[in-house]
């Protein structure tokens, strides 16, 4: 099997969940003797981690990397332009170029006119509606995305990978394209590091206190009020339960304020973002992590982090990560409400100790399926079957000539 030459492509690079599955893809590709460039326009280097300080990455001139991460209004403005600019200056040389999020993939479909690369896109989501407190750059994105100009690019694709069923279905519904499941990589050797007591002691926890963690920017669609109203709901039956919020946003001085009108102000600390070098400690720390987010999710990493931290989790129904949720014993899976979450948090709290035993083999099913090395093995066998039929038919096109 030939080594091959992948160039990723991404917006931008932050601590979000598909840009490290992006980064993790290119640290992988590498160790198994392939080569890989991240093509995006700015790199937040304070919010990933150190390990992925030596990846390739391939930039505008620095003064505009600058403006890119710092204005969002010239993101909107000279964005995709830019993108599409180094995408095509760059694609010369790689057997694939690999879109992720959007308008990556309108990129990749203009530039493919131009290059010998096949088009595989990585589909973390596909988009339905801008929220109402959603960015200008955002809701631009989110109205191509349901016009026709969407649908002609993701038919230019040659491949799609979805994260989940529950993006498979959902790109067959929108595009009518079939496509490859491949569920996201966890980095298994960081999350499993955690020194829980160093954070409960920081954040003046009790050893014995019951501890909740949500993890997420603090935006509305993460639903942080139904981990608050949770938390709420359980005083009485979990008297010595917290809340550590990890993540920054523009909710939070929204969310503080509800936790003040429902009394649980004191049992919850917003710990702000946390340096993702570090957030394996805050897991450790954690009994019991709650993901209530689902709507714009394709398989949130926190649950699959979580359990590689030995942590189980209440993940929503219908986040994509409720699919291996039950089956594997990674999680409990509740509808995204308050009242389903309480039931579910006080049932896991009465059986602690069954939990344990579960998790695990859900540890080793996340260490032995959903490694960096797996998914990286299986992405270049998926690339390599696709660039080997994309190969087969310009020959035969060459024939008929």
Known sequence: MIDMRLLIVQPWISYRGSETVSLLEAVYWEKLGGETAVACLFVDWSRISDRFHNVDFILPPVLLSRLFASSRLIRAVLGFPTLFFLVLVHSRGFDALNPHNLPS?????LVKPFTKAAVVWTVHGVPKRAHPESSLFEKLIWSIATSPIDRWAVDKADLVICVSRKVRDDVKRRYGRESHILYPPVDVERSACGHGTIVREALGVGEKDFVLLHVSYLHPAKNVDISIGTLARIQMKVPNARLIIVGG?????????????LGVADQIVFAGFVEPSRICHFYSAADLVVVPYWETEGNPLVVLEAVSAGKPSVVAEGSGADELAESEGLAMVASPTVDDF????????????AWSAKLQGAKRFVEERLSGEGYAKELRRLLHSQIDGVTRKISAEIVEE
């Open 342 to 353: 309480s039931q579910k948090v006080i049932q896991f709290h009465h059986s602690q100790e």
């Open 105 to 109: 993939v309108w990129v990749c479909a």
């Open 249 to 261: 946003g523009p909710q939070e001085p929204a969310l503080k304020k509800l936790a003040q009108s």
